[in-house]
Each structure stands twice: as structure tokens, then as C-alpha cells.
């Protein structure tokens, strides 16, 4: 399979508990992940990869039920989950989108893959943690191939590399690419990480959501100038650096 999404899910998140799991208009915040990434036109497929825990069967249930599949591996060294992942179903290029973006926008997707492989990159990202930063946290997509993925299972050794997928690869890659959008909205934060996110969230599909998903960024930016409030809710916020 060539562009697949391998969305990394637990219910051990550690500022806000089994935050995936958590309810907006009637369902979980992994299933508006899921439904959201399946609009997207050049993925070709989704694998929601969660821990061995018991706990994460629940992860695994809402897989199942969304029609995606599951892969099940180590809770503390993501770089073998995503790897082993991506080797069982045969994935060529990973994009690599987090579940707590429950507003993440298809049409970001899949604007980054199209720039992803037209301009032959090692690996591509829309929130890196500098100033080329356009996107809201929240709208946050990464590509890299198959090829990286491995080598990075392979060499990377320190913890803080096993931990988070991708920090060995922006080391040791010469063709990256930091994809802006027209506009800068870096100052949003549409990410879920502590309760005050969950919040903004729950605001905003309170407004737009009724049993399908029709809004995206653009409307989402457009209702929050609007009501500026909203984005006070969480604007003293620290983002956690990852990638």
C-alpha cells in the first residue's frame, strides 16, 4: 500500500487521561479522527497502532468498528510500533498523523502528500517546531517512506528517538521539506492535550457538528476570529515539543 495513515492511539496519555476516548456529539474522539482521515483522497489506508496493554483493547474495539485496521506493540518505544506496523501490512510511505487532532483537515493530508511526492523528499512535515510554522497544532501531518522508517529502527538508539517515531529521521535526512500554508494561524491551538483543549474542542463541534463532517479549516479559523473567546480558553497552554 503506498500512502497509509498510522495513527498512534492510547489510553495511558499522561495529561489527559484516555483523552481518545473521550465523547463529542455522541462519539469518541478517535472515531472523528478516523472519519475526518477517511476523507482525505490519496490515503490509501488507515492502521491505528496502540499498545499491548489491556486497557487499549478499547483502542482496538473502535478500530475494528471504524472498518480500519489495528497493529498492537511496545506503549514506550513507538519507533517498533510504527515500524512493525508498517512492515506487517506492507506500507510504502507512512504519513503519520497523532489522535489528538480530532480536527484535523483532509484536505491538509492531502496537500502534504502531493507535495511529499512531487518534490522527492526524505521526509515532509506541516508543524515543525521553529518558525516556519503556519498550521495550527491540531492540523499536524508527517510523511516519510518505509525505507526511513527502517533505517531509523535500526540506527536510532537513544530513548527520546524510540519514543517519539521521528526525531532520528529530521536528524539524518538531507531533503526535508517544512510545508506552510498561505496564511499563518500557528497562534491557534486546535491540538487535545489537557482539559482546557478539550474545551475549545468541544465548542467547535458543538457549533459545526451534526452527524457529518462538513467544516474544515478554513471554517473552523473563520468561526474562532469570530468568537475570540474561545481561543482564550487555552492560550496559556505550553505545547509539548515532539515529532
Sequence with gaps: ??????????????????KVLKKICGKTILEHDI???????????????TT????????EN???????????????????????????????????ITSDCPLIDPHVIDD???????????????????SKHTYPRGMDVEEFSFKWLERAWNEAT???????VSPYIYDHAQNK????????????????????????INNIYNHFYHGFHDFYLEDIICYIKKNPQIMDINKNVIQKIKH
Aim: charged share 35%; aromatic share 12%; glycine share 2%.
Design 177 to 200: 521539506c517544512y510545508y506552510q500554508y498561505k496564511n499563518d494561524y500557528s497562534k491557534y491551538r486546535l491540538t487535545l492535550d489537557t482539559d482546557e483543549d478539550w474545551q475549545v
Design 158 to 164: 537513544e530513548q527520546y528517538d524510540r519514543e517519539h
Design 1 to 18: 500500500m503506498k500512502n497509509v495513515v498510522i495513527v498512534q492511539a492510547r489510553v495511558g496519555s499522561s495529561r489527559l487521561h484516555a
Design 52 to 59: 499491548e496493554k489491556e486497557e487499549d483493547d478499547l483502542i
Design 112 to 130: 502534504v502528500v502531493k507535495c511529499y511526492e512531487s518534490g522527492n523528499y526524505d521526509v515532509i512535515t506541516n508543524v515543525p517546531n521553529d
Design 62 to 96: 473502535i478500530a475494528y468498528k471504524c472498518n480500519v485496521k489495528c497493529f498492537r506493540g511496545s506503549e514506550e518505544d513507538v519507533l517498533d510500533r510504527y515500524y512493525q506496523a508498517a512492515k506487517k501490512y506492507n506500507v510504502e510511505n507512512i504519513i503519520r
Design 35 to 49: 472519519e475526518r482521515i477517511k476523507q482525505a483522497s490519496f490515503v490509501n489506508d488507515i492502521i491505528i497502532a
